[in-house]
Nanobody, 125 residues
Framework: VQLQASGGGLVQPGDSLRLSCVVS????????IGWFRQAPGKKREGVSC????????EYTDSVKGRFTISRDNAKNTLYLQMDSLKSEDTAVYYC???????????????????WGQGTLVTVSS
């Protein structure tokens, strides 16, 4: 089970970025997937997640209306579209997976068993 996140970079406030997470070694539609982030000196926090069935989603309050999570099971890829980025979005972003055909998901890092390496997002003027 491998997850490979990419798409991070240096952007200015108000800009957009799309993160991708390509998974291998398992079929994406059998898993619940989430995005987490960790800023310097802070604990890892859940950003968004998406269920394996019905594609139900959850977002942390600070990104609601700005970030959109999606998945393409045919491509075994998870996405996080980030719009109207703010300096406080600066962090290393991680994708994570939990096996199970579930309509719901949780923004708790302990709930996920498999993790990818992070991709750094820096929002600065």
């Amino acid at each position: 089970v491998q997850l490979q996140a990419s798409g991070g970079g240096l952007v200015q406030p108000g800009d957009s970025l799309r993160l991708s997470c390509v998974v291998s070694g398992f079929t994406l539609d059998d898993y619940v997937i989430g995005w987490f982030r960790q800023a310097p000196g802070k604990k890892r926090e859940g950003v968004s997640c998406i269920g394996s069935s019905d594609f139900s989603t959850e977002y942390t309050d600070s990104v609601k209306g700005r970030f959109t999570i999606s998945r393409d099971n045919a491509k075994n890829t998870l996405y996080l579209q980030m719009d109207s980025l703010k300096s406080e979005d600066t962090a290393v972003y991680y994708c994570a997976a939990r096996r199970g055909r579930l309509s719901h998901c949780f923004l708790s890092s302990g709930w996920y068993a498999s993790w990818g390496q992070g991709t750094l997002v820096t929002v600065s003027s």
